[in-house]
């Protein structure tokens, strides 16, 4: 029995068939444990205030619930003291804020965005916007056929016209963990900046900002077992402090006049109004709950999961891998294919049987259409996802083209 499972409400709730949910979407967002849910209801109960802003016990609370959450953060990604923490919405506005903060003293015309093929659209729409916005060029890293980042695409495609690179650590689509010290090393020989998309890695793997010497770094609370609504951006203080504020309002101005302004020092320049705290309290409560089980627990079982995932998708007729077919070079995600069936009818179909699976283009278009198809399945483990799990999304799939009129087998 699998030994957290049971700390998570939403997994033990049963339906009319006695059937729990075998929750195979933790690519999208993960579940949540109680210890998470109460940290939340409790700082709505016992502290909530609004923090920065007043001198009274309940505001002071608030602030400290705030500022040590941003420390634990921090320390869970190995943040040094040249680095701040900014805490956002999530991955997608924190990478708007670099693409539009930093693009307007970063980029110039005829200057050189390299992103990878495989990046979700929040890891390229702002990029589209940054390179139409000043006049940059926009150049992709392309994969192999099964998503893999080419050496030889780093090296032809970061030079000396380079100023940007973004990369996903971990794709969303294959789960293949990304060259991402390549890049940045090929990155910062030629002065250019590097952005990295930590929302699959940070989950599922022990990460070191400091020893990556990413400029930049995002991720999500949502997607590590926390609540929605609240993320970070990492970056180099000196990027950060050169940089123009993101929002502008309360809480992230040093003075104000009638027609001129000057601005808080990190973190609250770019932290305008009023901070998301029970978010925080949640945020820092999946920390610590990723501390217990220990990273190299996640990584255990997640690595077992997927090879028993990998291993029965395998032996179905008619499906196709989408990504390479060894566990070694994922983490946790597996795409796929039936013939003769729609991933969104597949999706349907296994959620009759109380499976969950994400179906569509993953936010990630160019992705399919360079590796040539439209849509997949997606199929996604966490820490409390069991072999049994497995068991029932494998014997579902084996009726879906009986369901859809294709025979029995």
């Not at 192999?144 to 690179?165: P, Y």
């Not at 990413?214 to 926390?226: E, I, N, Q």
Request: glycine share 8%; proline share 4%.
């Amino acid at each position: 029995m699998n030994p957290y499972r049971n700390d998570f409400p939403l997994l033990r709730q049963t339906d009319e068939k006695g059937r729990t949910w075998a929750y195979l979407d933790n690519a999208a967002t993960t579940q949540k444990p109680e210890a998470v849910i109460t940290a939340i209801a409790d700082y709505y109960q016992r502290e909530n205030a609004n923090p920065h802003r007043g001198a009274y016990d309940l505001s002071v609370a608030a602030t400290n619930v705030l500022e040590s959450a941003r420390e634990k953060v921090k320390s869970f990604i190995g943040g040094d003291a040249r680095g701040e923490l900014i805490f956002t919405r999530g991955a997608t506005e924190s990478i708007n804020l670099v693409a539009s903060s930093w693009g307007k003293i970063g980029l110039r015309p005829g200057d050189e965005i390299v992103i990878a093929i495989s990046e979700h659209h929040s890891n390229l729409l702002p990029w589209q916007a940054a390179a139409r916005e000043t006049g940059a060029v926009l150049n992709y890293l392309y994969t192999d056929a099964d998503g893999r980042l080419l050496q030889s695409e780093i090296g032809a495609k970061i030079t000396e016209r380079t100023k940007l690179v973004a990369v996903a650590h971990v794709s969303n689509v294959t789960g293949v963990v990304n060259p991402v010290e390549a890049v940045i090393r090929a990155a910062h020989a030629v002065g250019a900046v590097v952005l990295v998309d930590g929302t699959q890695s940070v989950p599922h793997m022990a990460v070191n900002v400091s020893a990556l010497d990413a400029d930049f770094y995002v991720f999500s609370a949502h997607k590590m077992l926390g609540p929605m609504g609240i993320g970070a951006l990492y970056g180099k203080k000196a990027l950060l402090d050169a940089m123009p504020p993101y929002l502008y309002g309360g809480d992230m101005i040093e003075y104000v006049e009638e027609q001129s302004a000057t601005f808080a020092p990190l973190p609250q320049k770019f932290e305008a109004g009023t901070q998301n705290v029970g978010g925080a309290a949640g945020f820092a409560a999946a920390i610590d709950y990723l501390i217990s089980a220990g990273m190299d627990t996640v990584v255990r079982q997640e690595c077992a999961l997927t090879d028993g995932l990998l291993n029965a998708l395998k032996d179905i007729p008619y499906l196709r891998l989408i990504g390479p077919s060894e566990n070694a070079e994922r983490i946790g995600v597996v795409s796929f294919t039936i013939e003769g069936a729609h991933p969104h009818d597949i999706a349907t179909i296994l959620n009759s049987d109380r499976v969950a699976v994400r179906s569509g283009h993953h936010c990630a278009q160019p992705f399919m259409h360079h590796l040539g198809v439209q849509a997949t399945c997606r199929a996604s483990v966490y820490l409390y996802n069991t072999e049994q799990d497995i068991e029932r999304l494998a014997e579902s799939l084996k009726n879906v083209r009986r369901w859809l009129g294709h025979g029995v087998k």
